[in-house]
C-alpha cells in the first residue's frame, strides 16, 4: 500500500526558505514519477514540480528558479526546497506519485494515484 506522509510546512515571511519533506513506502522509488502540487482556497490543485521515472525534474513557471524537488538516494523521501517564498506561495502542499510516466502530463495531478494528506506553507509580506 503506497503512503505518503508531507511535513514541513509552516509560516514565514516573504524571501524566507522552507524545505518540504515526503516520507514514501509502499513501492520502489525508481518505478514511480514523483511530484509536488500545491491549492489555494478556490482555486484548483497547480503541479509545481515533479521527477520523473528516469530521474528528470519539471517545473511549473511559477517556481523555477526558486524551488528544487529532489529525492534521498533510495527514492524513498522526497523534498521540495522552497527559497524566495513569495505571498502567492502560499497554500496547501501535497506530495504525490503515478506508475505511469508521461513528460507531457508530468505536473497534471490527474495523472496521480496516491496523495499524501498535505502540508501548509503561509507566506505573509
Known amino acids: 500500500q503506497v503512503q505518503l506522509v508531507e511535513s514541513g510546512g509552516g509560516s514565514v515571511q516573504a524571501g524566507d526558505s522552507l524545505r518540504l519533506s515526503c516520507e514514501a513506502s509502499g513501492y520502489t522509488g525508481s518505478n514511480y514519477c514523483v511530484g509536488w502540487f500545491r491549492q489555494a482556497p478556490g482555486k484548483e490543485r497547480e503541479g509545481i514540480a515533479a521527477i520523473d521515472r528516469a530521474g528528470n525534474a519539471k517545473y511549473a513557471d511559477s517556481v523555477r528558479g526558486r524551488f528544487t524537488i529532489s529525492q534521498s538516494n533510495a527514492a524513498s523521501t522526497l523534498y521540495l526546497q522552497m527559497n524566495n517564498l513569495k505571498p502567492e506561495d502560499t497554500a496547501m502542499y501535497y506530495c504525490?506519485?503515478?506508475?505511469?510516466?508521461?513528460?507531457?502530463?508530468?505536473?497534471?495531478?490527474?495523472?496521480?494515484?496516491?496523495w499524501g494528506q498535505g502540508t501548509q506553507v503561509t507566506v505573509s509580506s
Open positions: 504525490a506519485a503515478t506508475p505511469t510516466s508521461l513528460w507531457q502530463s508530468l505536473l497534471s495531478a490527474a495523472r496521480y494515484n496516491f
